[in-house]
């Protein structure tokens, strides 16, 4: 799973990432700070108690394990995560966050940065616009008074420039490409899109539907070589749409008023994507403070408590200004950067957590780890393609599965269900 932060420069785009991945880098109050991109990774809880809470009450019951006591410091979680962490069955799952330099009017004719660091999107799963909801930054970045530029103005042109940017992949030898249907078919059309396109991460389903889209929209377009500007951006704004779903970070909210976002989000809303607001200096104050381990701080999980380091070395100033911060982030709606990515993968593309296991009945892989990977799944995948999701000769060689949960065995066909836990028998 991978995510692109994306937006004009100056927008707390590095800001947000850092908060998210607890990476330092470099951050300021002036356009293009950001050149090359940043790739971290941010730990999202999910959404329902890891498998372990299961496992731990089967054992419970069965009397081979004590009921969880008041010192545990894993607080009743059993799990042995090859990658993130499990504390109360409440698991954090990676998801690659990448941070890219800003976009300004005309990004895709080369402008302030240029193409480069649409190419760094490419592989994203889907996009966070940060979007500067307080208006203190105009369209290039530049810092101007408060409200000094429009949240729904910011959004509509960061869609144009992608749009114009894939059109003009798809532009440059378009008569040529076209006319092969002449000889070839009409699925040259088809073809010659996935040449152009498969390098941004388009499949034949993104290119079919924006084929339909300039049909149904476009009913006098004439054959595909005679297509113009209006019939591509149709093309590619269908081709965009699926490909990148978009959601907004309504960012520095701490320093603007509820009603300069409702416009945007019902704007992000009706096109399917979700507006959280944040402050990302805000939570970014919070991620510090917890990996300087003078506060415990979960991710998605409201409040904090002060360590014993934490107890030592704050002041009651810095204190006060860390649940003030607190305060003033648990008052928004949307649980903040976390609950806003956690709305992406969970919500927008609506992915599942699947548990693939070596034995079905301890729940552990080859060497006792118990529950120890947290598969992200489409809707719909099937036990064999949660093989190929694990390992392509996992796949290859699959003969059939065991729902860990049930007992029963499960064919290639069987579609994961969210918190299976599922054993694969291969050649
Ligand atoms: N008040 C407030 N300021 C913020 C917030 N997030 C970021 N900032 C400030 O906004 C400025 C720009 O932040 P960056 O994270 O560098 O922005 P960027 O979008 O990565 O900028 P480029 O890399 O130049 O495109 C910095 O001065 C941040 O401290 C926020 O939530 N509230
Ligand atoms: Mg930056």
């Not at 490409?177 to 010659?192: F, K």
């Not at 019902?266 to 939570?283: K, M, N, Q």
């Not at 992915?351 to 301890?362: C, F, I, L, R």
Request: aromatic share 4%.
């Amino acid at each position: 799973m991978r995510i692109g932060l994306v937006g004009k420069p100056n927008v707390g785009k590095s800001t947000t990432f850092s908060a998210l991945t607890q990476t330092p880098v470099d951050i300021a109050n002036y356009p293009f700070t950001t050149i090359e991109p940043n790739v971290g990774v941010a730990w999202i809880p999910l959404r329902q108690p890891c498998a372990c809470a299961t496992l731990r009450s089967k054992r419970e019951d069965t009397g081979r394990l004590d009921p969880v006591s008041c010192e545990d410091p894993r607080k009743g979680s059993i799990c042995m995560p090859n990658t993130g962490s499990c504390i109360a069955h409440h698991r954090l799952i990676p998801v690659t966050m990448v941070d890219v330099a800003g976009l300004v009017p005309g990004a895709h004719e080369g402008r302030g940065r240029g193409n480069q660091f649409l190419s760094d999107l490419a592989r994203c799963d889907a996009l966070i616009q940060v979007i500067d909801v307080s208006g203190s930054t105009d369209l290039e970045g530049n810092p101007v008074g408060l409200g000094g530029s429009n949240p729904v103005e910011e959004h509509e042109f960061l869609l144009g420039e992608l749009d114009a940017w894939i059109r003009g992949i798809i532009q440059s030898s378009w008569k040529r490409g076209a006319r092969r249907v002449q000889s070839e078919g009409d699925r040259a059309l088809l073809t010659y899109l996935l040449d152009q396109l498969s390098g941004i991460g388009a499949d034949e389903n993104h290119i079919s539907a924006g084929i339909a889209s300039v049909l149904s929209e476009h009913p006098d377009s004439g054959v595909p070589w005679s297509w113009g500007e209006s019939e591509l951006i149709t093309l590619a704004r269908t081709v965009r749409t699926a490909l990148f779903p978009i959601s907004v970070a309504a960012n520095k909210a701490d320093k603007s008023e509820m009603e300069s976002w409702a416009e945007l989000s019902a704007l992000v809303e009706s096109s399917g994507g979700v507006l959280v607001p944040t402050s990302a200096e805000a939570e970014l104050a919070l991620t510090r403070a917890s990996s300087a381990r003078l506060i415990a701080h979960r991710p998605g999980i409201e409040g904090f408590t002060i360590t014993q380091e934490g107890e030592d070395k704050l002041s009651e100033e810095q204190r006060q200004a860390l649940s003030s911060i607190s305060a003033s982030l648990s008052k928004w709606k949307g649980g903040g950067l976390v609950g806003l990515v956690s709305e992406v993968v969970f919500g927008n593309l609506n992915k599942k957590v699947a548990y693939p296991v070596q034995d079905e009945t301890h729940w552990v892989d080859g060497e006792g780890n118990i529950l120890p990977d947290a598969i992200l799944i489409s809707e719909g995948t099937t036990a064999k393609g949660l093989a190929y999701a694990v390992h392509s000769d996992l796949g290859d060689g699959f003969i059939r599965a065991t729902n860990a949960r049930s007992g029963r065995v499960i064919g290639a066909e069987y579609e994961v269900v969210n918190g299976d836990v599922i054993r694969i028998h291969a050649k």
